[in-house]
Each structure stands twice: as structure tokens, then as C-alpha cells.
């Protein structure tokens, strides 16, 4: 019964490949999120799409490219994977404010998916 | 642009003293303000947030955090810190109705018998 669950935990890949995560929400949530933290803990959102369509996108390099087949999933599929990709990304989910009485952006996040590229 | 900053890289407190870990957040209007804790190997939950009404908002775990318009500051307290306690905490601020929430660099506390 995990709410947010992110796989692998751990990916570790050389230079050159390309690889994806994947993430999954059991929240009945309509809004997903991919984060980047840094080894400095630092924590930069990257996509936000509402109801698999795409909110934001903070200035990615289109070497990321979310897909969202459902508003219950949101993957991450990385290209050509450089040593600066390596890094924890973090996947959350919210429901959007507005709905239901809902005023602000509560989001619940996963545990994690450690990319270490070589 | 929004911005959040908690100018305390890491603070080391002993167990049973009192926390205060400092956030001042850019923004024009009201924010909507966050605190987020992650403990190692995990991802954040949320501790408490603010936006309206009392300026002091309680959370979980004992933690508390004071909303101050004319500082831009919204700090968490706890009175008594316990060992588990030890982490990271972020602060956070999104624009109402947004999609985007903009974190600070974090704290790390550390806890000291």
C-alpha cells in the first residue's frame, strides 16, 4: 500500500546509455512531479504534469522526456545519460488546488531513485 | 522571482534542547509556506504549511512554524529535540495555485546525546 513508489531504487549506468524510471501514485492524484537533488541535497523541480499533460518544464535538457500514460503514472526516460545526470530524482504527487476545496500543493513523494552514471 | 533561503547549511543541537531552523522566502504576495523533513535514504514529508489565517501553525512530530509578513521569515520550532529528529528540513514556497514549488537548499540537523 505505498502511495508514491518509484523503480529502481538504484541505477547505476555509464556514460552514453539511455534508461528510465518509473513512477507510480496510488493517491487518486491528478498531478505528478519529477525532482533533481543534487549531491549538495539541493532539490530543483524539473516536470509537473496535470491529468498527463505537461505543466511545467523548468528548463530540461530534452535528453529527459517525461511520459504520463495515466494520471496515476509518470515516467522519466533519460537519453544519452552524461556524468551531471547523476544525481536522486524524486517523483511526488498532489491533487491540483482548486479541487475539491483544495487550496494549496500538498505533494507526498517517493523514496527515491539513486542515478549514478559512470 | 520566488526564492527561499535558510541560511543554516547544518545545525547540531542536543537532544531534549530547543530548534529553531530560520527560512526567509521572495515573493510579492501571501506564499503558500512548507516545511518538508527527509530522513536519510528517504524522500520528504511534509511537517506542516501555511496559507492564511494564524500565523503559527502546528505540525507533526511536535514541530511548529511562525508565519511573519513583515520578516518574510516562516521559522520552524520544536522545544525539545529527540535523536530521531535528525535530518533534513526544507523549506518551501508555491504560488497559490501553481504548479511549481521552489525549495531551499535545506538544513541538516544534527542531534547530540
Known sequence: DTAVSQTPKYLVTQMGNDKSIKCEQNLGHDTMYWYKQDSKKFLKIMFSYNNKELIINETVPNRFSPKSPDKAHLNLHINSLELGDSAVYFCASSLRPGLAGVSYNEQFFGPGTRLTVL | ?????????????????????????????????????????????????????????????????????????????????????????????????????????GTRLFVKA
Request: proline letters at 4%; one cysteine or more; hydrophobic letters at 35%.
Open chain 2, 1 to 105: 522571482a520566488q526564492s527561499v533561503t535558510q541560511p543554516d547549511i547544518h545545525i547540531t543541537v542536543s537532544e531534549g534542547a530547543s530548534l529553531e531552523l530560520r527560512c526567509n522566502y521572495s515573493y510579492g504576495a501571501t506564499p503558500y509556506l512548507f516545511w518538508y523533513v527527509q530522513s536519510p535514504g528517504q524522500g520528504l514529508q511534509l511537517l506542516l504549511k501555511y496559507f492564511s489565517g494564524d500565523t503559527l501553525v502546528q505540525g507533526i512530530k511536535g514541530f511548529e512554524a511562525e508565519f511573519k509578513r513583515s520578516q518574510s521569515s516562516f521559522n520552524l520550532r520544536k522545544p525539545s529535540v529527540h535523536w530521531s529528529d535528525a535530518a533534513e528540513y526544507f523549506c518551501a514556497v508555491e504560488r497559490g495555485g501553481g504548479f511549481k514549488t521552489i525549495f531551499g537548499a
